[in-house]
């Protein structure tokens, strides 16, 4: 088992935990660990423990470790987010597909449907199951229900028929 190892944390405990209150979730961790080699600073502490003390993982608590020993507490608080995958859906398709959606009278009947609308009208393919999350997560659709009454119906339609079914029914 290798000795811990000694590093020297340039600020003190009230700066870094200053800085821990004002800080997002993962660079609070960072700190956490600076804050836990702070404590230990003259005996020194292993990785391991630091990570039983905050909860971290050992690999983590070498890393944050690492970029501060070269960066100094600059490079150990930067944090780029790295960009995913592109959208499938542009900002014009959004609205056209919100559109679609929220219209009571479009006549869809589920998300195949939708899908052949979203290949005829954006020429482009989307998978069934990344159509539907998008649907979801987006316009908190869900899957088709019956409704109370049709869209369509004719309200003096309705009034004749049930006066005529009143009229059958005394008889």
Known sequence: MSLP?????????????????????L?????KV???F???????????AVANNTGLDPNS?????????????DLLMKYEKRAGRPALINKEEHK?????????????RGYTELQTWVEDEFKKTIKYN????Y???????????????????????VVVFKKSLVKSFKK
């Open 5 to 25: 190892k000694f590093i020297i944390i340039k600020e003190s405990l009230t700066e870094l935990r200053a800085i821990q209150k004002k800080s997002s979730l």
């Open 27 to 31: 660079i609070s961790n960072r700190i």
């Open 34 to 36: 600076l804050i836990e």
């Open 38 to 48: 702070k404590k230990n600073e003259k005996t020194g502490i292993s990785k391991r």
């Open 61 to 73: 608590v070498q890393h944050y470790r690492t970029l501060y020993i070269s960066g100094g507490l």
């Open 96 to 108: 056209k597909l919100e559109a679609k959606l929220k219209d009571p009278k479009n006549g869809l």
């Open 130 to 133: 990344t159509l539907l999350k």
């Open 135 to 157: 649907s979801v997560r987006h316009f908190k659709s869900k899957v088709k229900v019956a409704r109370k009454s049709h869209v369509k119906k004719d309200v003096e339609a």
